[in-house]
């Protein structure tokens, strides 16, 4: 299966019997990118949290007594 990473446009192909073809087959949300962008974004995001200034918004999950 050909994929293009959605941010440096690179074309790869991937084994189309893999679960993460599979997902990019049936579910058009799911995005692939190529792992040299992936290591790029993951090694900023971590130099990020270092600094201190970096929250992650997350919503409140309410405990549902029912």
């Known amino acids: ?21 599979k997902r990019l087959r049936n579910r058009p949300i799911h995005t692939y990118m190529c792992n040299s962008c992936d290591e790029r974004i993951a090694e900023k995001t971590k130099l ?9 918004y997350r919503s409140r999950v309410e405990k549902d007594d029912w």
């Open 1 to 21: 299966m050909r994929v293009k990473c959605v941010l440096c446009d690179k074309i790869e192909t991937i084994n189309s019997d893999t679960l993460q073809a």
């Open 48 to 56: 990020r949290q270092a600094t201190g200034n970096f929250r992650l």
